[in-house]
């Protein structure tokens, strides 16, 4: 939306006017790069956080008994748990921890377990060159992975 329109300092200027001081620091949200202790305290005295981890290279937003299906993550079994290291983003409805890639993993300590290894319906993929006799049809089932997450603590 901002990026509609050309000069984005009148719109700043407009913002600044159009919202009264008392009502700015209402609506104010913390992010911060790097985590001190102060911080870690107050995104853990929240009542629900999340984190954006990284999970067989895709990035995830996950909170506390999530179910995440992800691809199939062959070096594991079913009951294996699994420490998600690969953290970008820890954060809260006010607080913000953001990574550069990661978070420290100091910081954080979020487990996994793998509940299952499954496959998606079937796919079919279809071929075909027109005028030349050529029609091929390929089916496929996706493997996935299902994950539960048990346990997302922020070590304050």
């Given at each position: 939306?901002?990026?509609a329109?050309?000069?984005l300092?009148a719109l700043?200027n ?11 620091s ?5 992010v ?6 102060g911080?870690l305290t107050?995104?853990?005295?929240q009542?629900?956080?999340?984190a954006?981890?990284e ?9 506390k008994?999530d ?7 062959k070096?594991?079994?079913?009951g294996?748990?699994i ?18 890639p990661?978070v420290n993993?100091k910081?954080?300590?979020?487990s996994a377990?793998v ?18 006799n050529y ?7 996706q ?6 997450i048990?346990?997302?603590?922020i070590?304050a």
């Open positions: 939306m901002l990026s329109f050309k000069g300092g700043k407009f913002a600044s006017r159009a919202v009264a001081p008392s009502t700015q209402l609506f104010t949200r913390s911060q790069t790097d985590a001190s202790q911080l107050k995104l853990r005295d009542l629900r956080y999340y954006i981890a999970i067989a290279g895709r990035p995830l937003l996950i909170t008994n179910k995440v299906v992800v691809h199939r993550l070096d594991v079994n079913v294996d748990v420490k998600l290291d690969r953290v970008r983003e820890l954060g809260s409805k006010d607080y913000t921890i953001k990574g550069a990661f993993e910081y954080y300590n979020i377990t509940i299952e290894h499954t496959k998606s319906k079937l796919i079919r993929i279809v071929k075909k060159k027109r005028r030349k029609k091929r049809t390929i089916e496929h089932k493997t996935h992975t299902v994950l539960r048990n346990n997302l603590d070590n």
